[in-house]
């Protein structure tokens, strides 16, 4: 099987789809690979790194199109790429299938004869866990956001007793405790802030607590109860979505640095920060809004812009994962590798529509767009 791993075209992406230890773990299983030149380097992996794995490397990304029986992408390709996408091949990437953009790219793959998987379709479940690029890429978000809240921050996060005097510490609040809220909130306890959250899921207030972080207006929670199919969090009903507002408004306005990542799949991010709540908040405060890309969850949020209202900084940053390059490669390999592991019988890649994790990622299909 040859698999091929061009370089990333999206603006400012900087993670490689195929990290040289994976290159390794697959040519050591029988795998061709086929890496084009410079594709690690935003992400600090070198072309003697590839090589010493095992695999070739190719001049462009078209001679590495041209060859690969399976393409391996971290964002979706562009229309030119997916029109070099050789026929029977299979790509791999997070295709962003519901974008209106995708489907131009997803046509041009079927058009090819070309099957495409979309890695943020692997079902979120226990046996699928290690594919699971959206749980990998949301933990190095939930870790960076705080990062990058803490350095726009007025005070430090401790509490410090110096000779200088006692410093208290910063108040983090996290706004829906999934896969990068749990992160975020385990790393904001690292760095020493006194931590709460809230979800309307209320089967995460003992996760919360486990971390060490209370969880703020249980009772809104419970009211919401809006754990819908596979563990994702359904649309609030008005009155429901009051009663949030009511709780998240009284809490926020002693907050020093807050972290949203609400997200109900599908539908645009929860509104949950109103302007009068920013403006309730104290100078020198801070927003990082995780859920910009879908709407964000604070009114004022402006994707990869730094907003500020009344002395709150408001920030909306797009793609985190991609600022921790190496690590979220590193993560999304094991994820890509574990998924071609699972599709390879005797050496060939095989489709199986019927089967509980390739069907739901199975996009593109023996020449069809599907789902
Ligand atoms: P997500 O990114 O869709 O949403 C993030 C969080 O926002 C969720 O916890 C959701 O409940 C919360 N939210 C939605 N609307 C809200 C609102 N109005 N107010 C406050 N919070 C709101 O979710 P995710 O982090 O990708 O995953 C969600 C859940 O899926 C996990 O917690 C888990 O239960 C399940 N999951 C299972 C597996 C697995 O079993 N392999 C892997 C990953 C996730």
Redesign the pocket.
Known sequence: MRIGVPQETARGERRVALVPDTVGRLVKAGADVLVQRGAGAAAFFADADYERAGARLADTAAAVLGQAEVVVKVRRPSLDEAGLVQPGAVVLGLLAPSAAPSRDVLAKLAERGASALAMELVP???R??SM?A??SQ?TVAGYQAVLLGATHLAKLLPMLTTAAGTLAPAKVFI???????LQAIATARRLGGVVSA????PV?REQVQSLGATFVAAEAAETAA?EGQ????KE?ADEQQRR?LAAVGGHIKDIDLVVT?????GRPA?R?ITEEMVASMRPGSVIVDLAAETGGNCALTRLDETVVARGVTILGPGNLPSTVPLHASQMYSRNLQTVLQHVTKDGQIVLDAADDIVGPMLVVHEGKVRN
Do not use: E, M, N, W
């Open positions: 979120r479940t226990t699928a866990q699971d959206l749980s949301a706004l829906g405790a999934g896969v990068a809220g809230f979800d309307v899921r995460v809006a596979g563990g994702y969090a609030l949030v990542t609400a997200q109900v799949p929860p949950l």
